[in-house]
């Protein structure tokens, strides 16, 4: 029999795709609840309590709640809401973090999972911060398109179904200019910035798959590093990795101009590109990466591999089913 999963909140986007990774794995035993007894905090508690790790796809509020419920300390938990991303006593789920991340994950009981934008804004700023290229106190801008399933059921619902009266016709729409979105705060604090960058993302009218992108004055930087230091700074950083890679340079100047936000759909990859101009001293850096895979689901899967031992890559060698 193979290890005690719940999902609660398996109805959501997120907790969707997780069930369709893990419910054909025999090394995976799923628990799950009625539709009438989900909302039921005894029931909950009592799959809570009964599991060898649980899996939150729930909003921030219900999120604690669920950890409040806890009184079995043999349970381990993989938050995928905001909740605790930013809390000193959870370990963040980007394993690919540093080179004791992937441990610090095995050995965790309670890990978040990190959210799909700040996954690819992370990916590209700490190895810099962590190489010297890029001061902590830089003024960053970081961009991103996402697809609609980024916004959870609401925002699908304005996307695909016409009979909605929030139906949404316009093919492309930026959000979050209040600069308060909620990835913000875990960028600062696992990438290693000491100043809140402007973080403006956007919605396309697609369902999945995103680009995150971090735009970078070179030449304002102490040292002036090229963009062969940055692209060899990200490449060392990677090496070896099964599910983020950084393209050739060469690769990314093919690419320039027709990078997809859906080409990775699916998957739990992400993959990371620098373009430049070594005159000009500019680079934009951009992660590709599906936002319900790498971005969510598939992040949260590869964190219970690592967490119950299991091969990193069970159930994520495949395309998911959406």
């Not at 690769?251 to 936000?261: C, F, K, R, T, V």
Request: some cysteine.
């Amino acid at each position: 029999m193979g290890a005690r999963v719940f999902i609660d909140g398996e109805a959501g986007t997120t907790g969707l795709q997780i069930r369709a990774r893990l419910q054909e794995r025999s090394s995976i035993e799923l628990l799950s609840l009625d539709d009438s007894q989900r909302k039921d905090p005894v029931h909950r508690a009592r799959l809570l309590n009964s599991a060898d790790l649980v899996v939150l796809c729930l909003p921030d509020a219900a999120a604690r709640e669920a950890v409040s419920l806890l009184e079995n300390p043999d349970v381990r938990v993989i938050d995928a809401s905001t909740a605790h991303r930013t809390d000193a006593n959870w370990v963040f789920g980007f394993p690919e973090l540093d080179a004791g991340q992937e441990e610090r994950v095995s050995k965790a009981r309670f890990v978040s999972n990190p959210g799909c934008y700040s996954t690819g804004a992370i990916a590209l700023i700490q190895p810099l911060i962590e190489s010297g290229l890029l001061p902590a106190d830089s003024a960053l801008t970081i961009n991103g398109v996402s697809g609609y399933s980024g916004g959870g059921r609401s925002m699908i619902e304005a996307y695909e179904d016409e009979a909605s009266p929030n139906f949404v016709t316009r093919t492309y729409h930026s959000y979050g200019l209040g600069l308060h979105h909620k990835h913000v705060p875990e960028i600062v604090v696992r990438s290693g910035l000491t100043q809140r960058p402007i973080f403006v993302p956007s919605v396309g009218r697609y369902r999945q798959g995103m680009l995150v992108q971090v735009p970078l004055q070179l030449g304002a930087l102490p040292g002036k590093p090229s963009v062969a230091a940055v692209h060899s700074a990200l490449t060392a950083h990677y090496a070896g990795q099964r599910f983020v890679s950084v393209a050739g340079l060469e690769e990314a100047s093919a690419a320039q101009g027709m990078l997809d936000p859906e080409a990775l759909n699916g998957t739990n990859d992400m993959r990371l590109y620098v373009f430049g101009d070594e005159d000009l001293e500019q680079a934009v850096l951009i992660a590709q990466l599906d936002n319900l895979g790498k971005g969510a689901s598939g992040a949260a899967v590869q964190n219970l591999n690592i967490m119950l031992g299991l091969t990193a890559d069970e159930g994520l060698a495949a395309r998911a089913a959406a």
